[in-house]
């Protein structure tokens, strides 16, 4: 990293940021209690410089750092029918929703964009923790699947990124059917031979594990992602016995050959594009910090437009204007 | 003897009057108490009516857990001739929460694959309570393989509380299994139809439930979570699962309402438990006539239908 990633990118990416910057500039890791710098976390994509534990980031934050040059298009996701039971705990849904919402600067629990990574063709969609605890409702069902259509139109692999705490309970028996509709999605890109990469990560439980976040033709995983059915608590109780140290952990699935890889947050860019490339086999790719493509299609950038919807802002990141440095190629 | 429920208790109380009423008779013979136990059988008769006209959401998960509910196996037993169960999952064991194998339904060949609980103490530990492990649903996975390559029609019978939550079955990919029954489900080339016979219970459901045509018992239940759960998650109390079962909108009405199930099957009077040869004959005629609805279709029709069948759903709520 040299001055102009370091110092002048976040502060040109602070100006542009949708979030304001909170007035804790000061975060501390949840692992080792190490106090960090907001910039230097945010570009160390909210790994602990201490001692490597991954913290959760949205996807805007880690599209901006995947796609080449920060530059990605936001594919149009169908607007389900909102609070389709009229679902009331001791708050309203609708009241939770509005809350999230206004919380994230998010409109949904899942994001979707399309773009270039290492100069390949991309479809990505990432799920946001922060909203609802990324919970997979009608909106995120039709997230992937709009996102594998847009997969297969313009032939391009899929890559997801999970992070969920399972279904959506205020959307009820609609919640679950996501599990067979996004498996349908899975289907089209199988059918089209796309490849279709899921990278778990920290938390992906119930609903979506058991569907479209266990259906990759690779799975990877953040280091020390819980990824699991049932969670932990829900076991102890039933099993009455302590679960063992790591259980339902990244590692722990890696060893029970749950999982192909983990792989750390900073190494997944390249991972992504060398295993992609492959599966696409097209040559090898060029590993440098590729600048954002130079033109990007008038109509896609039109359609993001469309998806905007409520929220105000300019949903994807601007291109940022970057020069491309080139890097030791890694083993 | 039956089992009654909480809210059946003065009910019970009616009927054991009755019934001791006769036993007295039968006593001293001399004694005509049929006219005093006939009023009372009316007034029972009534009451069951009364109770089960409108029987509220957490009610109808009782009924749909009663322990006398026919299961699986009385389905089976019943309504498929030359039953052969295949077992296992050719991995590492035989998950007898899930009963399946080659049958005949009215003399047609097919595959039955179901969610068994048990019938008593024995047997549900045996069939542990209904929960399959991942061999179950990778058993399942297998027998759908086997009837798509041989076209036989797959018939499930859905009564789960839900996949087991446990060490061995997260370690051994309790997600992955479901994932991939569910996928299965998708991909077959035959007709598939399902019955919600008593639980739908989340995922470990759905991994059979996805089917061209899905039926539910007129007090089955169907939904993502358990009241108890739901309740202790959002209302932080398991106790208010009463309030939970109502927002969950779990019921087979409800659920035809959403486009989830296709038909309703009804139950006899006081529910399947009460007259259970009623309740599985009528489970029969609705598979005949689901199989039926497909007889036109090849098998990329059957795959296209159960594609759009899962597209469509969601866009209609429920009447506000």
């Known amino acids: ?331 | 003897m039956t089992i009654y429920l909480e809210f059946e208790k003065p009910l019970a109380e009616i009927e054991g009057q009755a019934a001791e009423l006769r036993a007295l008779a039968q006593r001293s013979p001399e004694m005509d108490v049929e006219k005093e136990a006939a009023a009372l059988d009316r007034k029972s008769h009534e009451m069951l009516v009364q109770l089960y006209a409108n029987l509220t959401p957490w009610r109808k998960c009782q009924v749909a857990r009663h322990p006398e509910r026919p299961h699986c196996k009385d389905y089976i037993e019943r309504l498929f001739t030359e039953y052969t169960p295949l077992a296992g999952d050719r991995n590492f064991a035989d998950d007898h929460a899930v009963m399946g194998g080659l049958a005949r339904f009215n003399g047609r060949p097919v595959m039955v694959i179901g969610h068994e609980k048990g019938h008593d103490t024995k047997s549900r530990i045996e069939r542990n309570f209904g929960m399959a492990r991942p061999e179950g649903y990778r058993k399942a996975i297998r027998l759908m393989d086997m009837a798509d390559r041989f076209g036989l029609p797959v018939v499930t019978l859905v009564d789960t509380p839900g996949a087991y939550p446990g060490k061995g079955a997260e370690e051994r990919g309790q997600s992955e299994a479901i994932a991939r029954s569910t996928e299965k489900c998708l991909q077959v080339k035959v007709p598939l139809v399902s019955v919600i016979i008593g639980e739908g219970g989340s995922g470990g459901a759905v991994a059979f439930a996805t089917a061209n045509r899905v039926a539910m018992l007129e007090h089955s239940i169907y939904s993502v979570i358990s009241p108890e759960g739901c309740a202790s998650i959002l209302w932080k109390d398991a106790e208010k699962m009463r309030e939970a079962a109502e927002a969950l909108r779990l019921t087979a009405q409800n659920l035809k309402e959403l486009g989830v199930c296709d038909r309703i099957v009804a139950e006899p009077l006081g529910g399947a438990h009460r007259d259970r040869t009623a309740a599985i004959d009528a489970v029969g005629r609705e598979i005949a006539a689901m199989l039926d609805e497909m007889k036109d279709l090849d098998g990329q029709g059957l795959r296209a239908d159960r594609r759009k069948k899962y597209l469509d759903l969601g866009s209609k709520g429920l009447a506000a």
């Open chain 1, 1 to 331: 990293m040299n001055w102009i990633s370091n110092y002048v990118r976040p502060r040109i990416n602070s100006i542009f940021s949708r979030r304001e910057v909170p007035e804790n500039l000061w975060t501390k890791c949840d692992e080792c209690g190490t106090m960090l710098f907001h910039r230097e976390l945010a570009d160390n994509l909210n790994v602990c410089t201490n001692c490597g534990h991954h913290m959760a980031i949205t996807p805007r934050d880690r599209f901006k750092a995947l796609f080449d040059g920060g530059a990605f298009t936001e594919v149009k996701v169908p607007e389900p029918i909102a609070d389709p039971l009229n679902f009331r705990d001791q708050k309203k849904y609708t009241d939770r929703l509005k809350e999230a919402r206004r919380k994230t600067a998010e409109k949904e629990a899942m994001l979707v964009a399309e773009g270039e990574i290492g100069r390949t063709k991309v479809v990505a969609a990432g799920q946001d923790f922060s909203f609802m605890a990324g919970s997979m409702g009608m909106y995120v069902g039709n997230a992937i699947i709009a996102a594998a259509e847009r997969a297969v139109k313009l032939n391009a692999p899929l890559v997801l990124f999970s992070a969920a705490g399972g279904a959506r309970m205020q959307e009820g028996i609609l919640s679950l059917m996501q599990m067979p509709r996004s498996t349908v999605a899975i289907e089209m890109l199988k059918e089209a031979g796309l490849p279709y990469i899921v990278v778990l990560t920290h938390p992906t439980t119930g609903g979506v594990t058991a569907s479209y976040a266990m259906l990759g033709d690779v799975q990877i995983a953040e280091p020390n992602a819980l990824i699991c059915f049932a969670g932990p608590r829900v076991i102890e109780q039933t099993i009455r016995e302590k679960l063992p140290e790591g259980f339902q952990r990244a590692e722990y699935l890696l060893d029970h050959g749950m999982l192909d890889r983990v792989t750390p947050r900073g190494q997944m860019r390249e991972e992504l594009i060398k295993v992609l490339r492959m599966l696409l086999g097209l040559p090898e790719a060029v590993m440098a910090d590729l600048p954002a493509p130079e033109t990007p299609e008038p109509a896609a950038a039109k359609e993001a437009e469309d998806a905007k919807g409520e929220t105000p802002e300019t949903p994807a990141a601007k291109p940022e204007p970057k020069p491309a440095k080139p890097e030791a190629p890694k083993k």
